[in-house]
């Protein structure tokens, strides 16, 4: 069975600041892709960034980006001069080629932006 | 617009009593699927759908029940068998693929409650 981790409940980060999320998984699976989702306040989600397992390259969605280590399975999410609207539960989900497509999630980080 | 509609936003269920949650989408995936998320917890897979009249069960089946009569309707009942049903539940959907890269779309989900 696949599991997603992520190690930190809660972290905070200046308005204009970078802050990383970590997120590390554990699969024996050869093909997979790691997302991440973010969940507002009015609790409905949204993806926020996706890789490929088999890309070496890293994501990039505008100020988000991933910190792929495949040997370490760990896919952090760094954002980038944080803006008070990412202020979100942060999720981390996986799936496999094997697995029908279902996706196991993390138990979330919880962002608060500060102004 | 396309989307995923769930309905009501929130839900209260006497003791013995069977609720169903409405999940509608108009993006026209052909996978659907239905999601718990408890307090402090990510999500958990109760029920999976990739065709019409066909759906599968996920990590917490006991105690729900599902059916797929429509492509674009996808209706989770929470059965009186399901002794700890209070938690926030999440609809979703997604292209279906092979490769399980297909991120998933997410309706603004149904907070159930005991009485």
Request: with cysteine; proline share 2%; aromatic share 12%.
């Given at each position: 069975a696949q599991t997603v981790t992520q190690s930190q409940p809660e972290m905070s980060v200046q308005e204009a600041e970078t802050v990383t999320?970590?997120?590390?998984?554990?699969?024996?699976?050869?093909?997979?892709y790691l997302f991440w989702y973010k969940q507002p306040p009015s609790r409905q989600m949204i993806l926020v960034i996706r890789q490929e397992a088999?890309?070496?390259?890293?994501?990039t969605e505008?100020?988000?980006?991933?910190?792929?280590?495949?040997?370490?399975k760990s896919f952090s999410l760094k954002i980038s001069d944080s803006q008070l609207g990412d202020a979100a539960m942060y999720?981390?989900?996986?799936?496999?080629?094997?697995?029908?497509?279902?996706?196991?999630f993390g138990d979330g980080t919880t962002l608060t932006v500060k102004p | 617009?396309?989307?995923?509609?769930?309905?009501?936003?929130?839900?209260?269920?006497?003791?013995?009593?069977?609720?169903?949650?409405?999940?509608?989408?108009?993006?026209?995936?052909?996978?659907?699927?239905?999601y718990r998320q408890d307090p402090g917890q990510g999500l958990r897979l109760i029920y999976y759908s990739q065709i019409v009249n066909d759906f599968q069960k996920g990590d917490i089946a006991e105690g729900y029940s599902v059916s797929r009569e429509k492509k674009e309707s996808f209706p989770?009942?929470?059965?009186?068998?399901?002794?700890?049903?209070?938690?926030?539940?999440?609809c979703a959907s997604s292209i279906w693929s092979l490769e399980a890269n297909e991120k998933l779309f997410f309706g603004?989900?149904?907070?159930?409650?005991?009485?």
């Open positions: 999320l970590s997120c590390t998984y554990d699969t024996s699976e050869s093909d997979y088999y890309k070496q390259q890293n994501a505008n100020r988000f980006s991933v910190n792929f280590q495949k040997a370490a999720f981390c989900a996986s799936t496999y080629n094997t697995n029908a497509g279902k996706s196991t | 617009d396309g989307g995923i509609t769930q309905s009501p936003k929130y839900l209260f269920r006497k003791e013995g009593q069977n609720v169903t949650l409405s999940c509608e989408q108009n993006l026209n995936h052909d996978a659907m699927y239905w989770l009942t929470v059965t009186s068998a399901q002794k700890n049903p209070t938690a926030f539940y999440l603004s989900g149904t907070q159930l409650s005991v009485l």
